[in-house]
């Protein structure tokens, strides 16, 4: 079995705890407006890697000392197109003693991708919209699968990170916010809630691409801005990373 891998990052600070080893997968369902990283999109392409399970965690290995406090996180793209490359190579790493978390959508949510999300130490849930039209507009996906994949953390209580991007214009709204706040603050497998603020760096590689980036009008969310969302999430007892 093998993996289409867009690239990999040895050093990753902001995919969860500690240093970690961040495999980026190839192919991605969705098609957020935001996204800055839309050379993941087609699965069809074999990415910049194609390395079997046991390839991967040899490559991780050569930085296990500085990855001891930390991990592996697997992103994308969206990591769950390829579940069964997920299971194995994440089995592997729990041999080797290494912690490991997965960054998704949610957005495919199928009996093997359960079986990712049980042996998984960590999910690192994206919730784009909790609005389902915003959601569908935002992203060109339904937010069903996203929400069911949430209840299943639930049920299995699984350590969960959601994360969120606040986006002027779309996400970066005191009455939706609150909606969202409000929507996860009962869930118990939420460990914390981190809130992104939308930036536009990623606009150059539209240029590179020939593709339109439909945000270029989009300012970058002020910090005044990211601190009033903290305070939202916070004030409905949600611990904000």
Known sequence: MLGRIHSLESFGTVDGPGIRFVVFLQGCPLRCL????????????TGKYVLSPEELLTEVLRYK?????GGVTVTGGEPLLQ??????????????????ALDTSGAI?????QKVFDIVDLVLLDVKSIDADQHKKLTGVRIDNTLQSLNYLEEKNKPTWV???????????????KRTADYLAPYRCIEKVELLPYHDMGARKYEQ????YRLENTSPLSKERLENARNIFRNVGLQVL
């Open 34 to 45: 935001y996204c800055h990283n839309p050379d993941t999109w087609d699965p069809k392409q």
């Open 65 to 69: 000392s500085f990855i001891a406090k």
């Open 83 to 100: 579940p069964e490359f997920l299971l194995e190579f994440f089995s592997l790493c729990k041999e080797s003693g290494i912690h490991t």
């Open 109 to 113: 949510f199928t009996e093997a991708g």
């Open 163 to 177: 994360r969120h991007v606040i986006v002027p214009g779309w996400t970066d709204d005191d009455l939706l916010l």
């Open 209 to 212: 691409l020939g593709m339109e």
